[in-house]
């Protein structure tokens, strides 16, 4: 039976040039600082991010929490949504390895306002209270939906926190996906922000990677953090070169996998007993209540059709499209579900 696999885009697998590229690349000792692969991916990157130096790190769960290490210190706060994957599904590794609180923000649609911001912000002149050293946003917003930040709001929280003296880091896990539906660069998003994570192997389809950006100094310090975390890898070129070809030739192929989501997220709505919010149905992500039947049940039943998706709670779905699904997938998928539903 062939599968469908909606769980996430890290699912995807990597192009039949990337797998040739991986092969072929000219590779050395990455701790050293010398493989020539990886170099030349940093220097792409840091360039789409509009950021002086970058790392390569291992997950976008690594590169954050070395975001947060370097732009807070043990004891300080960092501020973060309250359904950030930082907050919610980073198994509480801003405590347990950087001895940084979180402060989570309650945010509608996961954008934070220049207010929202200020307030979270603790008065500096109180000796009880935790310092407020920096923010983390997250762009696209995973858990509202895969939406995106216009780009004025971004600048706004950003220059709240820049004026409060905070550090600005960006989970930039989907930065790609944003920078395509905002048809703006990837540059002019991470412009609000002094770090920034992004994924390789989410919509980019690369097997293993993501990538650290910021200033030179923050890359010294990420790449000290990197080590203590055992993420300094040796020949990595092997991945980088993935890596390479994905920036070259997989962003603008976003675009395919969020109409592909816009089209699965239209045909859910209409089904019986089916909620979706398609206004937050921007990027290739879609979240989805379920009124008749639980949600785990639900993907338990999919599974068995051959249709793998993720439940996020006992009512809520999310599916996700990506490389590996193309428009007849999304039809399949859409028929497995009214099969299911109007049983
Ligand atoms: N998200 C995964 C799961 O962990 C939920 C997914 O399937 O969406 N930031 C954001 C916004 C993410 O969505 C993710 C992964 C990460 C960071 C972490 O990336 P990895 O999985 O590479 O550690």
Known sequence: MAVIDLRSDTVAMPSPEMRQAMVTAPLGDDVFGDDPTTNKLLEVAAERMGKAAAMFVPSGTMGNLIGIAVNARSGEELIADADSHAFYYETGGAAAVCGVQIRPVATERGVMSPRQVEEAVRPRDDPHQPITAAITFENTHNRHGGIVWPLEDLRAASDA??????????????????????????????AAADTVTFCLSKGLACPVGSIFCGSEDDVDQARRWRKRLGGGMRQVGVLAAAGLIALDHMVDRLAEDHSNAHTLAEGLAELPGVRCDLSRVQTNLVFFDLDTVPAPAFTDECARRGLLGDWVDQHRMRFVTHYGVDAEDVQSALKICEEILSA
């Open 161 to 190: 926190a820049h004026s409060q003296g905070l550090r600005v880091h960006l989970d930039g896990a989907r930065i790609f996906n944003a920078a395509v539906a905002l048809g703006v660069s990837a540059a002019k998003i991470a």
